[in-house]
C-alpha cells in the first residue's frame, strides 16, 4: 500500500494531511470504488476484515471503560478484563483489532471511529512495529485522548512517537469515514457549485449550508457530528 515514503527520526512515515488523503483513496478505488462514486457509509467491518484480512473481536480493555480500542503487533498475552474486572490474560494473533465490549453502549459512530484508527495503525504501522516483538504502551490508547487530538479546537503539538502515531491513526479514520472525493460531493451539492480541496470554501458557505452540511455528512458517512464538523474544515483548509 505504501510506496517511496520517507521516515522521520522516529523510524514512522512522514505523512502530511495530503498524503493520508491520496493514500486512503488509492486504497478505497482498490476495495470499492463506488465510495468514491457516490457519498456512502463505508461498510469498516468488511473492510477490516475482508480487504485488510484484520481479526477483530471485542473485550474488556479496561474496568472504567476508558479503552476503546487495541491493535495488535505481534502474537503474545495480553490482559483484559472479565464481568467482574478481574484482569483476566489472553492470547491474541498479531493482526487483531481488539474493540472494547462498552462501544455497542457508547454508540455506532464512536465505534467506527475507533475501528478506523485501529485500521489506520495496521496500514502506517504494522510494517514498522511488527517486528519489534512486543508490545508498547502506544498500542494501546485512550479514547478520550484520540478524540481530543484529532477534533481538538486547539492545534495540537506533536512531539513523540505516540503523539505522531496517534494523529496519523487518527486522521486515516476520519478519511476513511468521509473520504475526500464524496465528500467534495455533498459539499458542492449545498453550496451550489464545486469546491475544491484546501479551497478555503469554509469561508463562503452560510451558517446554514454549515448545518446542512454536517448533518448530510452525519447521516451518509455514520460519523458523529463533531467528526463530521472537523472533517469539512479540514477538507477546506488541510493546515487547520
Given amino acids: ?61 479496561s474496568p472504567d ?5 487495541l491493535f495488535v503487533f505481534t502474537d503474545g498475552v495480553i490482559n483484559v478484563y472479565d464481568e467482574n474486572n478481574n484482569i483476566k490474560p489472553i492470547q491474541v494473533e498479531k493482526k487483531t483489532v481488539i474493540l472494547d465490549s462498552s462501544l455497542s453502549l457508547v454508540g455506532e459512530n464512536t465505534r467506527r471511529f475507533s475501528l ?8 502506517w504501522h504494522y510494517g514498522l512495529n511488527n517486528k519489534e516483538n512486543l508490545f508498547e504502551k502506544y498500542d494501546k490508547h485512550e479514547y478520550a485522548q484520540i478524540a481530543c487530538r484529532s477534533f481538538s479546537k486547539e492545534r495540537k503539538e506533536l512531539k513523540t512517537k505516540e503523539d ?4 496519523q491513526a487518527n486522521y486515516t479514520s476520519a478519511c476513511l469515514l468521509a ?29 446554514y449550508q454549515k ?14 457530528e463533531i467528526s463530521a464538523f472537523y472533517r469539512m474544515k479540514e477538507l477546506s483548509d488541510s493546515k487547520s
Fill in 1 to 61: 500500500m505504501i510506496k517511496d515514503l520517507k521516515k522521520d527520526k522516529f523510524g514512522l512515515y512522514i505523512l502530511s494531511k495530503d498524503t493520508i488523503e491520496s493514500e486512503v483513496e488509492n486504497i478505497l478505488k482498490d476495495y470499492n470504488d463506488d465510495l468514491l462514486i457516490e457519498p456512502q457509509a463505508i461498510d469498516l467491518d468488511d473492510f477490516t476484515e475482508n480487504y485488510l484480512h484484520l481479526n477483530m473481536e471485542y473485550q474488556s480493555l
Fill in 65 to 69: 471503560k476508558k479503552y476503546y480500542g
Fill in 116 to 123: 478506523g484508527h485501529e485500521d489506520g495503525h495496521y496500514i
Fill in 164 to 167: 505522531w502515531q496517534e494523529w
Fill in 179 to 207: 473520504n475526500r472525493t464524496a465528500a467534495l460531493k455533498i459539499i458542492s451539492k449545498v453550496a451550489g457549485y464545486e469546491v475544491k480541496y484546501n479551497g478555503g470554501f469554509m469561508n463562503k458557505l452560510t451558517g
Fill in 211 to 224: 448545518l446542512r452540511i454536517k448533518h448530510l455528512f452525519t447521516e451518509t458517512f455514520k460519523m458523529s
